[in-house]
């Protein structure tokens, strides 16, 4: 009865751990959809309010709504704190990455966007702002392949693994 029981709990967390990995790639999904969503609204809220960065981030985080709102709220605490925008945008970066589960080359890229924020005039921030949505959607396709890829196999591999050992035990 104790190695049934035994056997049961290690197949319920080898199906926990896939499922908690399935759930972070989804996560992770939805992270760089949002980013592509706030990259979209800022470049029209620039092209046609003709408002700094500062000013758009501090009024999305007024409205509310969006799904990157802690993001926001970070980023504002920082400005709010005296930090520049460069330093502001890095730091809720490194925190919105890991609640969205970000990989390394999403946080670098998102990090390397804060380089060129306010540096120059209203059509460079614009083309700066298009050329991130694309590398963005770019890592959005890998993201989406990936969690259709290994979803399933994941899920499968964990039921059988336990399966196997369940098998071994008994």
Known sequence: MI???GCLMVAGASVLMALNYI??????????????????VIRIKINYELSSIPELIRGLKEKGGYPISSFLSEC???LDKGKELKE???????????QMCLTNSDTSMLSEFSAGLGDSDL?????????????????LQ???KILKEKSKV??????FGSLIILVLLI
């Open 123 to 139: 059509s460079g921030q614009i083309a700066n702002i298009q050329l991130y949505t694309e590398m963005l959607e770019k890592n």
């Open 154 to 159: 994941t899920l499968s591999c964990s039921l």
């Open 88 to 98: 502001a945008w890095y730091l809720a970066i490194k925190s919105f990455s890991k």
């Open 76 to 78: 504002v605490s920082n």
């Open 3 to 5: 190695k049934l029981l």
């Open 23 to 40: 759930k972070n790639l989804r996560v992770r999904v939805k992270g760089l959809r949002a980013m592509i969503e706030f990259f979209t």
């Open 142 to 144: 890998e993201a989406e």
